[in-house]
């Protein structure tokens, strides 16, 4: 370039930097006398488009073989046996907890002694731990000689021999027992000062009870919902006799068979079964013979729906006497789960023909007349309805309502054909009862248990005056507490309202009333070890004395102290 150029370009360059820089000053000065302002500018120029020079790729393509020659490999493996060792080292098992079984005792002995002079003794033995059988013995004395203020000697025995054991098979079980009683007492339910003739010898108004009876059944072991047959068989039959030569034999046969049919599928299950049931006694006293008995079928029917569990049936009953009369009542029983295995309602109505013999009517009433008029009692229909309630694991709640109507119904009256009106006869009555009755259940482990329960009753007799000794409610309170089971503590109390006696007023008959009670008792027990232990027993403590039969006081406060050993 010339130099002469170069000057043109360098002036020209200078006067227009010169001119830019007076118009920035100018710009400036303006700017701080007028208010600021936004400004956009679009500058427009001309635009000279190029393209770089293009060059040709000379690389050309090239096909690529791709087949692998594979060569043939020919190879023998040598098999070789290698000599290992290994050395296990034990370890302990790990503990879920005590498996062992509780160790149990072939023999357990029990003596006591109280005051009333009473003794007391009793012994088990049993066979320990099998699957297959059992096998026991017990033995019981108890007995008393004291005496009662006033009144004649009160005496008494009670002594027990009974053998029993059962063979468990895989479907069924085998068993049965053979036992002999003999109970002694007196009729002391008299004062000797208020009559002329007195009694010399205590022996005169001794009443003693011998008793054996032998049982013998055949049971299946399936479950109730099993699809096979079960079935329950029973034998039983049993010899009394008394002081007074009165004798009676009896017989009873009862079987049960029953099958999970399974034909309807809108229930879980339809148990059809028949019970057959045979009763027979014969007694004899020293004026009469007495021969009768009952013969009972029950066909039924078992299912559940829906929460729902029906048994349906038919009691058909004849006695056989001198005379035969048949006898049908109804079957019928529903309960329904609110709350499964938590709460459950029920309601239903039955019947049935019980035959009183000398034995049932002597476990009942010991001072009996030997010399007894003997009957059937047939219940027509038994109305129910209640609730049973497992609150919690640990209490227990029921209470039901039910109304009777019996026929024949044995009420116990003093004979007032004996010397010292100190025996009972048996009377009977048409009646219609209404029970009401709960009971409260509570469990704590082993350690506590607490039992509360009664009855109330409401009897309309259709010619007696009374429903004689029968009480209008009774209760009942069972306790037991154990202390690290070193120390049991139990407590009963029993009790009922005043009952009433059927008495003469000349030829008028009167009702006699007899005070209700609370009888309290109080156990304590020591466990010195696993085999040994101490116990002493509080009866009547408040020493109430009351009548369960009329003229016939009970005891006053009376204690017992014992040891137990298990060997």
């Not at 043939?72 to 046996?81: C, P, S």
């Not at 409260?440 to 509360?452: G, I, M, P, T």
Request: hydrophobic share 35%; proline share 3%.
């Amino acid at each position: 370039m010339k130099p002469t150029k170069m000057k043109t370009i360098i002036m020209k360059t200078s006067i227009v930097c010169s001119i830019i820089l007076c118009v920035v000053a100018c710009t400036n000065k303006v700017a701080a006398q007028i208010k600021p302002y936004t400004e956009i500018v679009t500058v427009i120029g001309n635009f000279q488009p190029s393209l770089s020079d293009a060059n040709k790729l000379n690389t050309q393509p090239v096909i690529s073989d791709t087949t692998v020659a594979i060569p043939a490999l020919n190879y023998n493996v040598l098999t070789r046996k290698y000599k290992t060792s290994y050395v296990t080292e034990p370890i302990k098992a790990a503990r879920v907890g005590e498996a062992s079984l509780t160790k149990l005792y072939k023999f357990l002995a029990k003596v006591g002694f109280g005051n009333y002079t009473m003794p007391y003794g009793e012994f088990y033995a049993n066979n320990t731990y099998s699957k297959t059988f059992s096998i026991g013995a017990h033995l019981k004395h108890l007995s008393s000689s004291g005496k009662l203020k006033s009144y004649a000697y009160p005496g008494n025995s009670e002594n027990l021999i009974d053998f029993y054991g059962k063979k468990t098979n895989k479907k069924n079980v085998v068993g049965g027992s053979i036992a002999y009683k003999r109970n002694v007492y007196h009729y002391y339910g008299f004062k000797p000062d208020d009559f002329l003739i007195q009694p010399t010898d205590k022996n005169i108004y001794k009443q003693r009870f011998n008793l054996i009876n032998a049982d013998v059944y055949f049971n299946s072991t399936h479950h109730p919902d099993s699809i096979k047959l079960n079935y329950n068989f029973d034998f039983k039959y049993y010899y009394l006799n008394d002081y007074f030569t009165t004798s009676e034999n009896g017989i009873s046969f009862t079987g049960d068979v029953n099958k999970d049919l399974h034909l309807f599928k809108f229930t879980s299950s339809q148990v059809l079964g028949i019970m057959a049931r045979v009763n027979y006694c014969f007694a004899q006293d020293t004026n009469v013979q007495y021969n009768a008995g009952i013969i009972t079928l029950k066909p039924y029917i078992k299912t559940t729906f829906k929460g729902f569990s029906f048994n349906l049936g038919l009691d058909i009953s004849a006695n056989a006497d001198s005379s035969t009369a048949l006898h049908f009542y109804p079957i019928a029983d529903v309960q329904f789960n609110i709350v499964k295995n938590i709460l459950i309602v029920f309601a239903g109505i039955n019947g049935n023909l019980t035959q009183n013999t000398f034995l049932n009517l002597t476990n009942e009433n010991p001072f009996i007349n030997s010399k007894t008029q003997m009957s059937y009692t047939s219940k027509p229909y038994d109305i129910y309805g209640g609730i049973k309630s497992n609150i919690s694991r640990t209490l227990n709640f029921s209470a039901s309502v039910s109304y009777a109507n019996y026929k024949n119904m044995p009420l116990y009256v003093n004979d007032t054909n004996t010397l010292y009106q100190n025996k009972f006869e048996v009377i009977y009555d048409n009646a219609k009862l209404l029970n009401v009755k709960g009971e409260l259940a509570y469990q704590k482990d082993e350690k506590f248990k607490l039992l509360v329960g009664g009855n109330f009753y409401n009897y309309k007799m259709s010619n007696e005056l009374k429903a004689w000794h029968k009480p209008i409610f009774d209760a009942y309170v069972d306790f037991f507490y154990s202390i690290h089971d070193k120390f049991i503590i139990t407590a009963n109390v029993t009790g009922r309202s005043n009952v009433y006696a059927k008495t003469y007023n000349g030829i008028d008959v009167k009702a006699k009333n007899l005070s209700g009670y609370a009888d309290i008792s109080l156990g304590l027990e020591y466990r010195y070890s696993k085999i040994l232990s101490a116990f002493l027993n509080l009866n009547n403590i408040t020493s109430l004395r009351y009548y369960k039969w009329n003229n016939y006081p009970s005891y006053g406060f009376n204690l017992m102290g014992g040891v137990t050993y298990a060997f």
